[in-house]
């Protein structure tokens, strides 16, 4: 039995002329409506002004929370932080604020948490910007695809005009080294996996003849896409803290999987276990006697199975139906030689 959801898509992590990006919030809000988002959720560096100016809450078909991006006194240490209305104090360490967001039972998510550079080919100006030790409890959500970062990784001195010319076809997986650790961590304790587009369109100049926004917002916004899978319609007689709430519990919670649009419109994507009336959507954990995984695809794809870290099954399906032992699942879909949706992680604990 296919669950049945209400499915919002959106993208997480945007940057205004609040700090580093390109566009105001009412070209940002425009560019996400005509993509055909149902949220969007902004995150300036250490400023909580498209807040505090109003723009959190519904702009006609599309939700908007503001946030903001925390960084520590190095730079380091991003975290993205939705829900609070008021910025923390700058001088918090990053073990200060990853608890203060907890304890305001906001949402926090570690950005970008192992970028790296090659240090030999890499565009100088631009160092990367890693967490390097992620072991706090509190850290729930990390990106485990950053468009921006990723970007950023692959570019070099060499390939930078090809790159900002086709920004979407540079990242085509989320970094190994990332679902990694990921999947590591969720055999002990859940951590969710979001996807995210670190959208700036920053301005170059390209062979000091024209001037191109790279990264564009309309363009980000139709690549990292994060979807929810809701019980109940988001309804705009509610108040916006607790729509906020609703979606933030969602990706706390796990019920969610990335997708990039590049390679097709992944709504519709369905992964759960199955055992007579028993079901476990992504992001729970239970006891499982027969434990049957199931995946509707909305596309045939070439899925890949990974029980507790490893490469369990693979092969082309549009639908999977298979029988499983107690493990850690995610499911991964490509499409061509590109990934295309991530779901989150489903844990089937033996029956005693
Ligand atoms: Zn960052
Ligand atoms: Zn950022």
Same mark, same amino acid.
């Given at each position: 039995?296919?669950?049945?959801?209400?499915?919002?898509?959106?993208?997480?992590? +945007?940057?205004?002329?609040?700090?580093?990006?390109?566009?105001?919030?009412?070209?940002?809000?425009?560019?996400?409506?005509?993509?055909?988002?149902?949220?969007?959720?902004?995150?300036?560096?250490?400023?909580?002004?498209?807040?505090?100016?109003?723009?959190? +809450?519904?702009?006609?078909?599309?939700?908007?929370?503001?946030?903001?991006?925390?960084?520590?006194?190095?730079?380091?240490?991003?975290?993205? &932080?939705?829900?609070?209305?008021?910025?923390l104090p700058e001088n918090y360490t990053p073990e200060q604020y990853i608890k203060a967001v907890k304890a305001k039972n906001a949402l926090?998510v570690a950005a970008h948490p192992f970028e790296q550079r090659d240090k030999k080919k890499s565009v100088p100006g631009f160092p990367p910007?890693?967490?390097?030790?992620?072991?706090? %409890?509190?850290?729930?959500?990390?990106?485990?695809?950053?468009?921006?970062?990723?970007?950023?990784?692959? @570019?070099?001195?060499?390939? !930078?005009?090809?790159?900002?010319?086709?920004?979407?076809?540079?990242?085509?997986? %989320? %970094?190994?080294?990332?679902?990694?650790?990921?999947?590591?961590?969720?055999?002990?304790? !859940?951590? @969710?996996?979001?996807?995210?587009?670190?959208?700036?369109?920053?301005?170059?100049?390209?062979?000091?003849?024209?001037? !191109? &926004?790279?990264?564009?917002? /309309?363009?980000?916004?139709?690549?990292?896409?994060?979807?929810?899978?809701?019980? &109940?319609?988001?309804? /705009?007689?509610?108040?916006?803290?607790?729509?906020?709430?609703?979606?933030?519990?969602?990706?706390?919670? +796990?019920?969610?999987?990335?997708?990039?649009?590049?390679?097709?419109?992944?709504?519709?994507?369905?992964?759960?276990?199955?055992?007579?009336?028993?079901?476990?959507?992504?992001?729970?954990?239970?006891?499982?006697?027969? %434990?049957v995984l199931k995946a509707v695809l909305p596309k045939k794809g070439h899925c890949r199975i990974i029980r507790n870290g490893e490469l369990?099954?693979?092969?082309? &399906?549009?639908?999977?139906?298979?029988?499983?032992?107690?493990?850690?699942?995610?499911?991964?879909?490509?499409?061509?030689?590109?990934?295309?949706?991530?779901?989150?992680?489903?844990?089937?604990?033996?029956? !005693?």
């Open positions: 039995m296919r669950p049945d959801f209400r499915e919002y898509i959106g993208c997480i992590h +945007g940057h205004s002329i609040y700090s580093d990006g390109s566009g105001t919030y009412p070209e940002i809000i425009k560019a996400a409506q005509e993509a055909g988002l149902d949220f969007l959720l902004m995150s300036d560096h250490m400023t909580l002004r498209g807040r505090d100016e109003g723009y959190t +809450g519904w702009h006609d078909n599309l939700f908007v929370s503001v946030g903001y991006e925390i960084n520590d006194r190095d730079d380091l240490h991003h975290y993205l &932080a939705f829900g609070l209305e008021e910025t926090g910007i890693p967490w390097g030790n992620l072991d706090y %409890p509190e850290i729930e959500t990390i990106e485990i695809w950053n468009m921006m970062s990723h970007w950023l990784e692959l @570019t070099t001195i060499r390939n !930078k005009y090809w790159n900002a010319v086709h920004p979407r076809s540079v990242s085509t997986f %989320p %970094p190994r080294q990332l679902l990694k650790w990921w999947d590591k961590a969720n055999l002990g304790r !859940k951590v @969710t996996g979001i996807g995210s587009v670190d959208v700036h369109a920053m301005k170059i100049t390209i062979f000091g003849l024209f001037t !191109k &926004a790279i990264f564009d917002y /309309k363009i980000m916004f139709k690549s990292i896409r994060t979807h929810l899978l809701c019980d &109940a319609e988001l309804l /705009k007689t509610t108040d916006n803290s607790t729509t906020e709430s609703t979606i933030f519990k969602l990706i706390r919670d +796990g019920r969610t999987f990335v997708s990039n649009y590049r390679w097709g419109d992944a709504r519709g994507f369905r992964f759960w276990a199955e055992d007579g009336d028993r079901l476990l959507q992504m992001g729970e954990s239970g006891e499982m006697h027969r %434990p369990f099954r693979k092969g082309p &399906a549009s639908e999977i139906d298979l029988q499983v032992t107690p493990g850690v699942y995610r499911l991964e879909v490509l499409k061509g030689k590109h990934g295309w949706i991530y779901s989150n992680h489903i844990k089937i604990l033996g029956d !005693k």
